[in-house]
């Protein structure tokens, strides 16, 4: 985040089982963003409520999450367009442009070369999966019961299908 400013869009470059959403959410909050992020799931019939979010946040200073860029792959000249034209004299310098999608070949290539790139991948593996959700689980959530230990095991069960199942 640091790297960018109103006119380089943040692109998440999605992979499957990855969800990078909700970590921007929390990312918001902490930033004194939260109630300043407007974001939409991109889709037919979703481009002009897109075009008026990002001119929105132009405006006002908000930061736009255009979810699955990859579904409205029409629109995606009109948002190149977009981020073509930002005019840093004329932005708001809160503004930014947050986008997610799977690879596309079809995505435009101005856009991709004037952004910042991220990906979010899954973690390989049973243990490192395991690993990754028993340290995003607060401690309290275990003993959040009159019975912790039978209360750790069932958790441990489930966090261990949970991975099983991504992992396949």
């Known amino acids: 985040f640091q790297d960018a400013n109103v006119a380089m869009p943040l692109i998440f470059i999605l992979s499957s089982g990855a969800d990078p959403v909700k970590g921007l959410l929390a990312y918001a909050e902490q930033s004194d963003m939260g109630d ?28 736009v999450l255009l979810m699955n860029c990859h579904l409205f792959i029409s629109w995606l000249s009109t948002l190149e367009k977009e981020v073509e034209d930002v005019d840093p004299a004329k932005t708001d310098p809160s503004y930014r442009l947050w986008l997610t999608s799977m690879p596309s070949a079809k995505f435009p290539v101005s856009v991709l070369q ?12 049973l243990r490192a999966n395991l690993r990754t959700v028993l340290a995003a689980m607060p401690p309290e959530r275990f003993d959040a019961t009159d019975k912790p230990d039978v209360w750790r095991k069932v958790m441990f069960g489930l966090l261990l299908f949970n991975a099983v199942i991504l992992e396949r």
Not at 36 to 63: F, H, N, V
Request: proline share 8%; no cysteine.
């Open 36 to 63: 300043r992020l407007d974001y939409i799931s991109l889709g037919q019939g979703q481009g002009p409520k897109a075009e008026k979010m990002i001119k929105t946040g132009k405006e006002t200073g908000r930061w």
């Open 114 to 125: 004037n952004g910042i790139k991220m990906t979010n991948e899954p973690p390989k593996g």
